[in-house]
C-alpha cells in the first residue's frame, strides 16, 4: 500500500523538494487526481494514495505572458499528463514562443526561489 | 425544466454612474450613487427596500455594508460571489425571494473604483500553489489560453478576435457615457501591444470606475413604477471549475447549460432574442459565449463575429453600450449588461437603440470561464 494522501499541498511539495513528482491514484478506481486533494473528485473516495507520475505529457495549450524589457516574455503551459489530469506549467528549453499544441513534454523539477518547481521540457525525439 | 417564476418579477429602475473615471469615491459611494438614480426612476427612497444584494470588490459583507449605509433593514441580503456573473445570480435569487414574498422591492448594485484607487484590474483571487510558480498573469493568461486553444481546434484567427473589439467599439460610440469611443481598426487591434499571446492590450477589457443598480419588484407593480419595465423570464447559472487548469475543455464553457435553461425558463427561442449582453471581459468570451448560446456552431464563432455582423448595423447586435471592452469594466461587469438590456427595452438607448428591442439575453462570467449565468429580459409584449 502506498502513502496516503492526508496532507495534499504539504505532501506534494516535499516529495518535489525531494525530486519525485508524485500523483494521488485512488485505491478504487485507479483513477490519477491533479491538483492534490483529500478526496477523488465527484465520488469522495478517501483512498487516494501517491503514485510516481510518469512525467510525460503533451501540450493542451500554451501561451506566452510578454514582459516589457528589459524583463523577458516566458511560457505559460497547460499539460496534460499521460496519466490523465491536466496541470498548469511552463515548457523550458526552447523559446515560449516554440511551444505549440499538441508537443510532447517531460517533466522536470527546477526551482522557484526557495520552493521546487515542476516544469517540462521537449521529450526526446519530438 | 423547472419552476422559475416567469415574469413574477421585473426590473423598473436601471442606471449606472461614474462610468469611467470617478476620482475621490470609495466603491461604496459610487454603488449608492447608481443606486439612488434607480430607485429615483422608480420613484423610491432607499428605505422601501427589503431585499438588497451586491458584491463590492474588496467587501466581504457588503451585503451589511450597504445596508447599513442606506440605513435599511433588509429582510433578504446577498451578496454571493461568483465573480462577474454574481450579479445575474442575484436576479435569479431576487426573483424567487419576490416570487416567494420574501421582500418587496430588491436592490442590486455594484460600484468600484478600481482605476481611479489602484489604476490596475484589482483582483480578489488568490493564486493556488500549483499554478501560482508559473506566474501566469491573471485574468490574461487563463483566457489567453483558452483563445489559443480555440484558435488551433476551430482554426479561429487573430483577426476575427480583432473584429469583436471592432464592434464593440462601433457601439461605443453611439453612447455617450462609454469611456473609448475614437474609432478603431482591425489593424490597430493587431498592432497593439501583446499582453498573453493571442490577446493584445485591444483584446482585453477595460480597466475603469464605474457602478450600476437595478430595482426589481414583482410583476403586479411593475406598471405602476415604470413605462417600459424588463420582465425577467428565465435566468439560470451553472458552475464549471475555479482555476483554469480544472477547466474540462478550453472551447466550452458552461455557458451552455446556463443560457439553454434560461431559454427555456422564458419558453423563447434563439432565434426571438432581438439583443445580446454579454461580459465581454476579452474578445475571446464574445465568440464562446455566442457558440454556446447557439448562434452558430461550436467553432464557428469566429466566422460569425467577422466583419461587422455583431456591430451597429450587423446581423445580431450585441453589447449595445461598447461592453466591457470599450464602455465600461470596473472590476465585475456583471450588473452592466442587465442595465443595457433594460434600458434597449425601455426604449431608451438614444442613438444605439435596437429598434423593437424586446428580448434580450444577458450573459455574467465569473473567474476564469467558470462561473456562467444567464438572463432573459422581455418586454411587457414577451409576457
Known amino acids: ?126 | 425544466m423547472d419552476a422559475f417564476p416567469r415574469a413574477g418579477a421585473a426590473i423598473v429602475g436601471a442606471a449606472t454612474y461614474g462610468i469611467g473615471e470617478a476620482p475621490g469615491f470609495d466603491s461604496i459611494d459610487l454603488a449608492a450613487h447608481a443606486a439612488l438614480r434607480a430607485l429615483a426612476a422608480a420613484g423610491l427612497q432607499p428605505k422601501d427596500v427589503d431585499g438588497l444584494f451586491v458584491g463590492l470588490p474588496q467587501d466581504y459583507l457588503s451585503g451589511l455594508s450597504m445596508s447599513e449605509y442606506f440605513g435599511i433593514r433588509p429582510k433578504v441580503t446577498d451578496n454571493n460571489r461568483t465573480g462577474g456573473s454574481a450579479f445575474m445570480t442575484h436576479v435569479m435569487w431576487a426573483s424567487l425571494a419576490l416570487a416567494a414574498g420574501q421582500c418587496d422591492v430588491a436592490l442590486i448594485c455594484y460600484g468600484s473604483n478600481q482605476r481611479s484607487n489602484a489604476g490596475k484590474l484589482v483582483s480578489s483571487m488568490k493564486q493556488p500553489y500549483f499554478e501560482g510558480g508559473y506566474r501566469p498573469v491573471m485574468p490574461v493568461a487563463a483566457y489567453a489560453l483558452a483563445a489559443a486553444r480555440h484558435m488551433h481546434q476551430f482554426g479561429t484567427t487573430r483577426e476575427q478576435l480583432a473584429d469583436v473589439a471592432v464592434a464593440a467599439r462601433g457601439w461605443a460610440a453611439l453612447n455617450p457615457e462609454a469611456f473609448l469611443r475614437d474609432p478603431l481598426s482591425r489593424d490597430q487591434v493587431l498592432a497593439s501591444r501583446m499582453v498573453a499571446d493571442p490577446l493584445s492590450v485591444r483584446d482585453c477589457c477595460l480597466v475603469t470606475d464605474g457602478a450600476a443598480a437595478m430595482v426589481m419588484v414583482r410583476a403586479d407593480r411593475a406598471r405602476d413604477l415604470a413605462a417600459r419595465p424588463a420582465y425577467v423570464l428565465g435566468a439560470a447559472a451553472a458552475t464549471d471549475h475555479m482555476n483554469i487548469s480544472a477547466m474540462p475543455d478550453l472551447t466550452v464553457t458552461a455557458a451552455a447549460e446556463s443560457s439553454r435553461r434560461a431559454l427555456a425558463q422564458a419558453r423563447v427561442d434563439l432565434e426571438e432574442i432581438d439583443n445580446v449582453q454579454l461580459y465581454d471581459a476579452f474578445t475571446i468570451n464574445t465568440i464562446l459565449f455566442l457558440e454556446d448560446f447557439g448562434f452558430c456552431p461550436k467553432g464557428e464563432g469566429g466566422r460569425f463575429v467577422q466583419e461587422g455582423a455583431i456591430g451597429p448595423g450587423g446581423r445580431l447586435p450585441v453589447n449595445t453600450n461598447g461592453g466591457g471592452l470599450s464602455c465600461v469594466h470596473p472590476g465585475m461587469y456583471g450588473m452592466f449588461p442587465m442595465v443595457e438590456a433594460a434600458t434597449q427595452i425601455a426604449g431608451q438607448a438614444g442613438a444605439r437603440q435596437v429598434p423593437g428591442a424586446k428580448l434580450a439575453l444577458c450573459h455574467g462570467n465569473g473567474g476564469v470561464l467558470s462561473s456562467q449565468a444567464s438572463v432573459i429580459l422581455g418586454a411587457v409584449e414577451t409576457v
Not at chain 1, 17 to 43: C, D, K, N, W
Not at chain 1, 49 to 76: C, D, F, L
Not at chain 1, 87 to 104: L, N, W
Open chain 1, 1 to 126: 500500500m502506498g502513502i496516503p494522501v492526508t496532507h495534499p499541498e504539504k505532501q506534494y511539495l516535499e516529495f518535489l523538494a525531494q525530486g519525485q513528482f508524485m500523483l494521488p491514484r485512488s485505491r478504487s478506481s485507479g483513477r490519477h487526481v491533479f491538483y492534490p486533494r483529500i478526496a477523488e473528485p465527484q465520488t469522495g473516495a478517501m483512498d487516494l494514495e501517491w503514485v510516481a507520475a510518469s512525467g510525460r505529457g503533451t501540450v493542451y495549450s500554451t501561451t506566452v505572458i510578454r514582459q516589457r524589457p528589459p524583463a523577458t516574455s516566458y511560457n505559460v503551459a497547460l499539460i496534460d499528463l499521460e496519466e490523465g489530469p491536466r496541470m498548469m506549467a511552463r515548457v523550458d528549453g526552447i523559446p515560449p514562443e516554440a511551444v505549440h499544441i499538441g508537443m510532447a513534454v517531460a517533466a522536470m523539477i527546477t526551482r522557484d526561489g526557495e520552493q521546487p518547481l515542476l516544469v517540462f521540457t521537449p521529450a526526446e525525439g519530438a
